[in-house]
């Protein structure tokens, strides 16, 4: 053997007995002196029973050991208190432990530890740093009991027959700062009598924990509020809400704390509990969002139950029996800048028995949802009296289900896009109240809702707007393309919609005056359907004329059936009307007005300034009137009952009825009318107007043949007290028009006229003066004579259109017959009446003067020489007849 071989086995073995004699003498010095060390050395007084050191390992073996902190007030340390049936330490930092005052391990075994642990504080005082005393890799724990504590001396977590192994456990403040009190890679849990006190507004109970296989099962887990809602509102006053939840039981597989993420898969929760108390606070932004991000692989709820109470202490939402299971559910960083902080992969989501309170209840017995379609059954609204808004629903719908085709954030605005939607058998109603001011309107958070279609069945619906309900009856519609997008300048939105289908059976339409009826109404966008259309006053002639404060007319319209086809657009922003035909059959129209109220001041605009101010372009091309009935009848305090004309066999064509907005359109509406004038004569009349002139000039003409003179007597009886017979053979008339009056020609033939008048209450004809005024009443008036000139006819502009009309009637007959010869008549027997009171004056002079002369007896004197004679001469004296035009 070579020398320097020899040489390095030798001091080999001196080195190793050097090692051994070491050890030995460590584990003596140990045994011997390390408690009174680690006494004066350290912050903790130490004893045990067996301590062994393996100096080369730096394994550690003890038992019986018995740890307590020499000053309990210092929490610049872990302050540690208990006793550790048995401690085993692997690879064991010496060196760290002596000179750095720091324990680190690969491994560290605890036996039936009994320990209760006092966190240090956050921050180191003097440094500033994070202090971490204690460093393993992994732990084990065998049938212990653990209480953990704040610096405070709060009870921050405490266990108790606790079996763990966690790999690479880290448990500081640090941990618990970012929600997460401790943080590992692997584990393996038994325990039971879990208590952790996160803050001071909440304690976690646990009951039972068991790990097998990487599944962890728990019982009765609960989170408690250590306040009440009152309590929270005073120590509390920024705090939003006070959460209190209990699950009976939930599994997971597969659990993983590391840093801020926790994540686990196949989680089950059993029946779980949440219970959620609202303030009044307002949310504080938060300046910073939390780093905790959490990813679960798939998860369930079974039958769970939520309750979230209002502020007053009333419900918001109430739901029980929900299940839930989502696949590949997140939270993270880019999720929690969404509107909707949570990604998921898919869900089901399901439940009975929901009630959800705001401005309505809303309750539903069943629901089923998912990522692509949903499904509401037996649903109820209700209106809230707690809290009533402008909007109340008192619903009740059998089914609502929907399928959608996506749905997604984009710059945090909506984009949803729903296949269809299906609506079955809602029957209540819905009242909106007056408009509230027009709030200044936000940032749009949509940017398209598009509704591919909506099918409405069998339902019963009311819509009452401000007490004047519209009720819908045997509903049935389908609408197609809904579109609701955002504007260019992102402040509102425009509705489009591409078609619809409408039906429903005795239609009704009630307002404060009038009950609108519809047998049957069809409507799509090209094709409506009226049957059965009617509209009745709701108030008697008298009561309506002590509710209005000005005249207005009183309407009692029916019509057998309407139809209209064309196209037109009512939804979107871009309304129109565009009708190649209107059709309206036997319909039976009164008009009543009472001249006993007062005038109405405000101005009344002519046809084509009123159809120049409809907003949007319509056109109806061919409007028909058929075989109806007009009646219209008029009332004044001087008159005996109404004044009435009734135009009966009603016929009338309308072309190109518009609102001249309609782009290379004519604008020029021509009016033809047919009827028989007081079911006696026929009456046609032609009338037109350009609707686009802003001068409003109009034309209109007219003729009727063979009119019985009592024919006007409903009319003329109650203003004029007078009636008449004959004929009126012919009347024509031709006026021209704008909004200062009109002017044109007249002419009237009649034959055998002759008139009646009868005293104020047009009971008994006044004999004497109906004799006198047929004296100056031309009866005949040949052949038809020149037309007379109807001069310009002011208008009042209080006055509607057929007023103005009317005075141009009415000075034609003035100038050709009735109006000045009933003038004249009247003015004779007025002269007559004062010639016959001279007479009886003169005659009562005479006997005067008679009686006067016998008393003297004188001779009497001729009657002519007296002053009287000559006048009563006169008043005897055949009278010329008076001229008649």
Known sequence: MKKWVKKILIGFGVLLLIVLVANFGLNIWLKTQLPNYIKNNTDYKVSYKLLEVDLMSGNILSTGVSVNSKNPQNTNVIGLQGTIDTLKVSRFGIYDAIFNKQINSSDLLLSKPNLNIVLTKPVDVKTGKKRNPFLFE??????????????????????????????????????VENKLPVVFDKYDIRGKNFFVRPDNIYALKINKIETSNGQMSIENFQLIPLLNIDQLKRFYPKRTKLYQFNIPKMEFKDVVLKKNIVSLANAEFEQPYLMVYNTDAVPVKVKKPSDFELNLEDVKLSNATVQIIKPDGNKLLYARRLNLAVNQLKFNKETREEVIPVGYKSFQFSGKDILYSNHQNYNIENFALNQKSGEFRNLSVTPNTANPGRRSMNLKANLVAFNINTFEFIDRKLNLDIKDVLVDQVNGTIKVGPPRPKKIPKENKVEQILVRKVTLKNSNLTYDKESEPLVFNELNATINEIEYKSKSD????????????????????????????????????????????????????????????????????????????????????????????????????????????????????????????????????????????????????????????????????????????????????????????????????????????QRDIFTISGRTLNLPAQGINPFIRPYLHVTATGTIQEMLFNFTGNPRGLHGRFNLKHKDLKVAILDKNNQEKKGFLTAIANLVVRSDSGKLPQDVIIEEVERDPTKSFFNLFWRGIEQGLKKTLIGINIDKAKKTVENTKSSIKEMKQSVKDLKQEIKGSDAKKEEPQPVEEKPKRGFLKGIFKKKERPETE
């Open 490 to 693: 992102n402040h509102g939105h425009t509705l489009k919609v591409k078609d619809y289908f409408l039906t429903t059976k005795n239609f009704v339409y009630k307002t404060r005056l009038y009950n609108l009826g519809v047998g049957l109404l069809k409507l799509n966008k090209n094709k409506v359907q009226i049957n059965n259309f009617t509209v009745k006053p709701l108030v008697s002639r008298a009561q309506f004329i002590k509710m209005i404060p000005v005249e207005q007319d009183l309407y009692d319209i029916k019509a057998g059936q309407i139809t209209a086809d064309g196209n037109w657009d009512l939804f979107s922003q871009n309304k129109f009307i565009n009708a190649s035909n209107v059709t309206i059959q036997s319909a039976d129209a009164n008009i009543f007005r009472s001249k006993i109220p007062k005038d109405d001041p405000k101005e009344k605009p002519l046809y084509s300034r009123m159809l120049r101010s409809i907003k949007i372009p319509m056109i109806i091309n061919n409007l028909d009137l058929k075989n109806s009935i007009l009646v219209y009848e008029e009332d004044t305090p001087e008159s005996v009952g109404p004044g009435k004309l009734t135009f009966s066999n009603f016929n009338m064509n309308v072309k190109n009825l518009n609102s001249a907005k309609t782009k290379g359109k004519p604008t020029k509406v021509d009016i033809k009318i047919n009827c028989s004038f007081m079911n006696l004569a026929p009456l046609s009349v032609n009338w037109g107007f350009d609707v686009a002139d």
């Open 138 to 175: 992994n732990i084990r724990i065998n049938s212990g009991n653990i209480s953990i504590f704040r610096h405070t001396k709060q009870k921050f977590l405490s266990v108790q027959d606790l079996n763990l192994f966690v790999e690479n456990l880290q448990m500081t403040e640090e941990s």
